[in-house]
């Protein structure tokens, strides 16, 4: 697989398009929410910054949409995870491909993370 990417559009096109498709509903679901989103690639990912900070991570894989929003994001929405039987692990959650991307969680861990940049910006 490419390595190098200029922008999220040139990542999303390698992917079939079943993967493609959760990626974009991802993308538009964020955007959607935070319309002033930064996009930029980060770790080789689709990544978002808000106020100039990091956000989140996205990335494609072939059963799974992976989702990243650091240790923090994860760590308080845990419960959630395994209540939907999501695997996860420190920085990270898996949504399988085969099922619906779960954009009322997104939509959750997003908000938390928006609200941990704004009191660190405090």
């Known amino acids: 697989m490419k390595t190098t990417f200029k922008n999220i559009?040139?990542?999303?096109l390698l992917f079939p398009i079943n993967v493609q498709e959760k990626l974009l509903e991802l993308r538009k679901a964020l955007?959607?929410?935070?319309?002033?989103?930064?996009?930029?690639?980060?770790?080789?990912?689709?990544?978002?910054?808000y106020k100039c900070k990091p956000l989140v991570y996205f990335a494609g894989y072939k059963k799974h949409i992976?989702?990243?929003?650091?240790?923090e994001?994860?760590?308080?929405?845990?419960?959630?995870?395994?209540e939907r039987?999501?695997?996860?692990?420190?920085?990270?959650?898996?949504?399988?491909?085969?099922?619906?991307?779960?954009?009322?969680?997104i939509n959750k861990i997003v908000s938390f993370k928006i609200k941990e940049i704004e009191q660190k910006k405090s």
């Open 31 to 49: 955007h959607s929410q935070i319309p002033d989103l930064e996009e930029y690639i980060g770790y080789q990912m689709p990544a978002f910054k």
């Open 9 to 12: 559009d040139d990542y999303i």
């Open 66 to 71: 992976g989702f990243y929003p650091g240790a």
């Open 73 to 82: 994001g994860i760590k308080n929405f845990e419960t959630d995870f395994a």
């Open 85 to 105: 039987n999501y695997k996860f692990s420190k920085g990270a959650v898996q949504f399988p491909i085969d099922e619906d991307i779960p954009l009322d969680l």
